[in-house]
Nanobody
Framework: QVQLVESGGGLVQPGGSLTLSCAASGSIFSIDSMGWYRQAPGKQRELVATTTAVGSTNYADSVKGRFTISRDNAKNTVYLQMNSLKPEDTAVYYC??????????????WGQGTQVTVSS
């Protein structure tokens, strides 16, 4: 089993900041990619940011320049630093990990989500 535990969500005013974290645990052989997706009320889930094991990153245009994704490979943890938050950023944020279990194939794993609300 691979488990993802998310934390860091909450209520913040426009222009404020939050940092999300997602820690993966279990019988993991390797993690190939870690990232964040979000789903706002009434909208489809969308990619926010991803990072690979070698450190490459990509971001949605809507968050580029405001959000920063990083990872700590020793802790199997990915972070999302969110600055200059806007009401449009309000959503449930989900961690996604592409990983291999010991003696297993590459699979996608999802966290349970953490609510981020940006409101005055």
């Amino acid at each position: 089993q691979v488990q993802l535990v998310e934390s860091g969500g909450g209520l913040v005013q426009p222009g404020g900041s939050l940092t999300l974290s997602c820690a993966a645990s279990g019988s993991i052989f390797s993690i190939d990619s870690m990232g964040w997706y979000r789903q706002a009320p009434g909208k489809q889930r969308e990619l926010v940011a991803t990072t690979t094991a070698v450190g490459s990153t990509n971001y949605a245009d809507s968050v580029k320049g405001r959000f920063t994704i990083s990872r700590d490979n020793a802790k199997n943890t990915v972070y999302l630093q969110m600055n200059s938050l806007k009401p449009e950023d309000t959503a449930v944020y989900y961690c996604k990990v592409i990983a291999r279990r010991v003696l297993g194939p590459q699979l996608d794993y999802w966290g349970q989500g953490t609510q981020v609300t940006v409101s005055s």
